[in-house]
T-cell receptor, first 116, second 113 residues
Framework: AQTVTQSQPEMSVQEAETVTLSCTYDTSESDYYLFWYKQPPSRQMILVIRQEAYKQQNATENRFSVNFQKAAKSFSLKISDSQLGDAAMYFCAYRSRMDSSYKLIFGSGTRLLVRP | DGGITQSPKYLFRKEGQNVTLSCEQNLNHDAMYWYRQDPGQGLRLIYYSQIVNDFQKGDIAEGYSVSREKKESFPLTVTSAQKNPTAFYLC????????????FGPGTRLTVL
């Protein structure tokens, strides 16, 4: 069974600086998808960025980018120019291409604090 | 505006009662999902449906039931058989392909009194 691990329960960053959130996963599959979701205090899950495993190029979305290391099974999220609105829980998630449920497997999350 | 709505936002249940959480989407998505979130944990899949009148159990389906009579609606019933129902419940939907993204509703907080 696949698992997702986020080893940093909480991270802190100064406004305007850069922070990296870590995620590792375990799978025997070669083709899958990886996601980062943000959960602000409102608790609604918001998609931040996604990565297809067959793509070598790291995904980027404005200030958010990932470092996808397939061999190491690592998928970290980098937030540049951090803003107060980035403060939230961040969840890494995995989805198999083989599983017919299309379900997401989530890590336990990292709470990001942004210092003004 | 297209989106996913969940109601109520907060729900209180007495021991032994069944309660139903509502999830509606107007995104014309085929697939819908129910996840449960407990403190300090990620989301876990309860049930999913990829087409009307069909649904499948997820990883933690015991004590829950669902129906999918309409494409737009996927209500979740938390039965008295669910031993620890206090949690945050999130509904999601997607187009229903292996390549798509799941979009989430705002969630329902269920508390057992």
């Amino acid at each position: 069974a696949q698992t997702v691990t986020q080893s940093q329960p909480e991270m802190s960053v100064q406004e305007a600086e850069t922070v990296t959130l870590s995620c590792t996963y375990d799978t025997s599959e070669s083709d899958y998808y990886l996601f980062w979701y943000k959960q602000p205090p409102s608790r609604q899950m918001i998609l931040v960025i996604r990565q297809e495993a067959y793509k070598q190029q790291n995904a980027t979305e404005n200030r958010f980018s990932v470092n996808f290391q397939k061999a190491a099974k690592s998928f970290s999220l980098k937030i540049s120019d951090s803003q107060l609105g980035d403060a939230a829980m961040y969840f890494c998630a995995y989805r198999s291409r083989m599983d017919s449920s299309y379900k997401l497997i989530f890590g336990s999350g990292t709470r990001l604090l942004v210092r003004p | 505006d297209g989106g996913i709505t969940q109601s109520p936002k907060y729900l209180f249940r007495k021991e032994g009662q069944n309660v139903t959480l509502s999830c509606e989407q107007n995104l014309n998505h085929d697939a819908m999902y129910w996840y449960r979130q407990d403190p300090g944990q990620g989301l876990r899949l309860i049930y999913y449906s990829q087409i009307v009148n069909d649904f499948q159990k997820g990883d933690i389906a015991e004590g829950y039931s669902v129906s999918r009579e309409k494409k737009e609606s996927f209500p979740l019933t938390v039965t008295s058989a669910q031993k620890n129902p206090t949690a945050f419940y999130l509904c999601a939907s997607s187009i229903g392909s292996r390549w798509d993204t799941q979009y989430f509703g705002p969630g329902t907080r269920l508390t057992v009194l």
